[in-house]
């Protein structure tokens, strides 16, 4: 495993505003314009399309450090990033030491740029607007912030002026507290080549052309989640998982389903939480992580939202009381998640 700097790390924990005992707070730049004051227009929707298409488009190589809180803690990872155009984002995560390629709009790519699929449902939910100007990264950005319908604050992003990625990205629950904040550390940009084509944004994960074979086969599910997170994707996913995205432009949630039973002591690391009559198993301290076993199935739950929104949706899923011994099959959830999520 690659030991990052501490240097890398204090500087990260600077950046989000680290502090014991709480979440870190957005600070706006003191020359940041205010929204715009026209209701009906997204000022900085087309400025976050085209951050979220150069974080596809452009190559660039950096460190970035997440972090999710929950009320029981704080998670948090090192991504060390590389994105080839035309080849795709290579992720290296600390502290797992994990290598893969991911898609940079899902968990695993850090959420750092929308795909036209979320960035259409986060229109549908939110107002964008144009916030001014700001710095972060030791580059100059500008601001949009995220709003929901009474004019509070539900996102921040930070995008690099000189035709970069999103730089910094922040999530507020409705008391204003940021949930969730993933940003750069460092960054390195390739230089454009001359008579490069102006690149267009990609789907990026909308799936549902396999919604009719599914129902056939016999599988059930929501169209939408508490929260206005609607249905994006679902498909088959080995070895032999039903998945499911849901979003509401800013968070996911991923929903792993699999016939079978749980086996509890397979889930080393996690804890066990009664809800409503019922029983979840969780891993992570910012409660992202969970799985249950319901009407002989295995759903497991992993999400880049408030926690709020999480408890929401878990709940709004098919629980049953948990019988005093469980039939014991294996589910591999720990390596399940390790393909979604960057923490672990």
Not at 58 to 64: A, D, E, I, M
Not at 168 to 186: I, K, P, T
Not at 245 to 253: A, F, Q, R
Request: proline share 7%; aromatic share 6%.
């Amino acid at each position: 495993m690659i030991r990052l700097p501490a240097t890398v790390i204090l500087a990260a924990m600077l950046l989000l505003g680290l502090v014991a005992g709480g979440p870190a707070y957005a600070v706006r730049s003191p020359h940041a314009a205010p929204p715009d004051d026209v209701e009906s227009e997204d000022t900085g929707l087309h400025l976050l399309r085209e951050a979220a298409v150069a974080g596809r488009s452009r190559g660039y190589s950096g460190t970035q450090y997440v972090t999710a809180w929950g009320a029981s803690g704080a998670t948090s990872a090192v991504l060390e990033v590389r994105n080839v155009p035309g080849k795709g984002l290579t992720v290296r995560a600390e502290p797992s030491g994990s290598v893969r390629t991911a898609d940079p709009g899902t968990p695993a790519g850090g959420m750092s740029s929308p795909s036209e699929v979320m960035l259409e449902v986060l229109a549908r939910n939110y107002r964008v607007v144009a916030a001014g100007e700001g710095f972060t990264c030791g580059r100059p950005a500008r601001l949009v912030d995220v709003l929901r319908a009474d004019g509070t604050v539900a996102a921040r992003y930070w995008l690099d002026e000189s035709g970069g990625p999103v730089l910094r990205r922040e999530l507020m629950d409705a008391e204003g507290r940021v949930v969730s904040a993933g940003a750069f550390v460092d960054l390195t940009l390739d230089p454009v080549a001359r008579g490069a084509a102006v690149p267009v944004m990609a789907a990026g994960g909308l799936d549902l052309a396999e919604l009719p074979r599914l129902e056939r086969a016999g599988w059930r599910f929501p169209r939408a989640l508490p929260g206005r997170l609607e249905l994006f994707a679902a498909h088959d996913t080995p070895p032999g998982y039903l998945y499911l995205g849901y979003s509401d432009g800013l968070s996911v949630v991923s929903v792993f389903i699999q016939s079978g039973m749980l086996d509890e002591e397979r889930l080393r690391g996690w804890h066990a939480e009664r809800r409503e009559g019922h029983t979840i198993w969780v891993r992570d301290p910012a409660g992202q992580e969970t799985i249950w076993a319901s009407g002989g199935h295995v759903y497991t739950v992993f999400a880049d939202a408030p926690a709020d929104m999480v408890d929401a949706a878990v709940a709004a899923l098919p629980h049953e009381p948990v019988p005093d011994l469980w039939t014991r099959l294996g589910r591999g959830a720990s390596r399940l998640l390790s393909w979604v999520n960057p923490f672990g």
